[in-house]
């Protein structure tokens, strides 16, 4: 597992020496699918890959500006009088 980033993005790469991906795209788990649903929402990429010599390869790539603020760095915003 690693996690790396630049001023841009973040990147959360996890890897691992099994027997990789199936080779059937439409599998039936919803893992793969919640992760790039919820990349999506951040503005990310997942990408899920079998490594040639077996495992599998998971990154996510997601823009700083996708980011919320962390709450120290949040302006209160009051509203109305």
């Known amino acids: ?9 973040l990147l959360l790469e996890v890897e ?12 039936k788990g919803m893992g793969l699918r919640t992760m790039s649903y919820r990349a999506d ?4 990429r997942l990408t899920a890959t079998t490594e040639a010599g077996g495992g599998t ?10 980011l919320p603020l962390p709450e120290h760095q949040r302006q209160d915003v009051k509203e109305g009088p």
């Open 1 to 9: 597992m690693r996690l790396s980033g630049t001023d841009d993005s």
């Open 41 to 44: 929402l951040m503005e990310g």
């Open 57 to 66: 390869c998971i990154a996510c790539r997601i823009p700083r500006t996708g």
């Open 16 to 27: 691992d020496d099994g027997v990789g991906l199936p080779a059937d795209s439409n599998a």
